[in-house]
């Protein structure tokens, strides 16, 4: 079984992101990030990505991560927020030990193209 097939395919997989975005926007830490922004819009523009990497037959055709994120001052511990949220999301939802690895290993592996262009929007905030 595909970790795609394990997560209860494409209707797992949106139903997972939507609890984390749920609780990211409200998360102390990271909230503040996603103020004034379209929570739902975020979530679908990552289905088809998640999907893929994990082994189901979507094609993700949206922005590059460096540039969806270029106008945000990420930072690592923003980036191991989400994915500790993440982390905790699959556990509750009971995806079974090696999906979840999947995802996860995945999942860390984006972190240098999240945070890409954040020591930039950092520096424009900073200079605003
Ligand atoms: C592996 C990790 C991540 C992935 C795969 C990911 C993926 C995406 C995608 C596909 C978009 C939509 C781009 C579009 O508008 O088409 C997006 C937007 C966004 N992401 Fe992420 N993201 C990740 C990590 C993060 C982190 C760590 C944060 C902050 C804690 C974050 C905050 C945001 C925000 C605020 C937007 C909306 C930007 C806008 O409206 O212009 N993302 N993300």
């Not at 984390?20 to 088809?48: H, N």
């Not at 082994?55 to 980036?79: N, T």
């Amino acid at each position: 079984m595909s970790p795609y097939e394990a997560v209860g395919g494409e209707a797992g997989v949106r139903s997972i992101l939507d609890m984390l975005y749920a609780r990211l926007f409200e998360d102390p830490l990271v909230g503040f990030l996603f103020e004034g922004r379209d929570r739902a819009r975020i979530v679908e523009a990552q289905v088809a990505f998640t999907c893929a990497f994990l082994g189901g037959p979507q094609r993700y055709a949206g922005k590059a991560l460096p540039e969806a994120h270029a106008a945000l001052p990420l930072l690592a511990g923003h980036f191991d927020r989400r994915h500790r949220l993440l982390e905790i999301i699959l556990e509750e939802r009971g995806v079974p030990e090696e999906a979840r690895r999947e995802w996860l290993r995945v999942d860390d592996t984006l972190r240098s193209s999240v945070l890409a262009a954040g020591e930039a929007a950092r520096q424009r905030s900073r200079r605003a």
